[in-house]
């Protein structure tokens, strides 16, 4: 099997096995502080175009695009977490 390449959206895990979740945890974490950051420069480059300092709009563009896949991404990754603790309980019952 081939190797996949990240899109950077999101931080690679690379090799990462345990049973315990902590594997996912970290991932999950990473990610959201990843999303924060990719907020941060989105807002920063928000800002500067509103007060004309902005030298590339291209560069907010993409920025803020980026930013909203990335979220939209992670909320989808733990939806689907919810989702499946939700039914695992469901079987135990």
Not at 10 to 18: D, I, K, M
């Amino acid at each position: 099997m081939q190797g996949t390449t990240g899109t950077g959206y999101l931080p690679s895990v690379g090799g990462v096995q345990s049973t315990d979740g902590s594997g996912f945890a970290s991932s999950l974490t990473g990610a959201v502080e990843n999303v924060q950051q990719l907020q941060d420069a989105s807002s920063d480059l928000a800002i500067k175009a509103v007060t004309g300092d902005l030298e590339d709009i291209h560069n907010a563009t993409i920025a803020s695009s980026r930013a909203a896949v990335t979220l939209e991404l992670v909320a989808a990754v733990r939806n689907k977490g919810v989702d499946a603790f939700t039914e695992i309980m469901r079987m135990q019952a």
